[in-house]
């Protein structure tokens, strides 16, 4: 159980804004991957590139998805042909 004096010592990461949250939320579904990840893969491309003030980390998700997009990958496709059976394994059974 904590005490009152290391309760206050906790500090909670800001929640990030709506527009934010809106704009990982496109890169997450043209990229074919969570939110989490989405929002994971902004700040680490925010870090690499030194960016610390919020509006520059609140473009960096719409640049990424224009380059998602210009690279003409269809990442849900992609996944989805991959997790299909193949042909000699259509009646493998995981349990008997």
Do not use: H
């Not at 704009?23 to 700040?43: D, H, M, P, T």
């Not at 992609?78 to 059976?85: N, V």
Request: proline share 3%.
């Amino acid at each position: 159980m904590m005490r009152k004096s290391s309760v206050a010592a906790v500090a909670m990461a800001g929640i990030p804004d709506r527009a934010f949250n809106a704009a990982c939320g496109k890169l997450a579904s043209q990229l074919g991957i969570s939110l989490a990840s989405a929002r994971r893969k902004v700040e680490v491309k925010a870090a690499q590139q030194g960016l610390r003030e919020s509006a520059a980390k609140k473009q960096l998700p719409d640049k990424l998805l224009a380059e998602a997009i210009r690279s003409g990958d269809n990442n849900p496709e992609l996944l989805t042909s991959l997790l299909e059976a193949s042909g000699n394994s259509d009646n493998f059974m995981v349990e008997d």
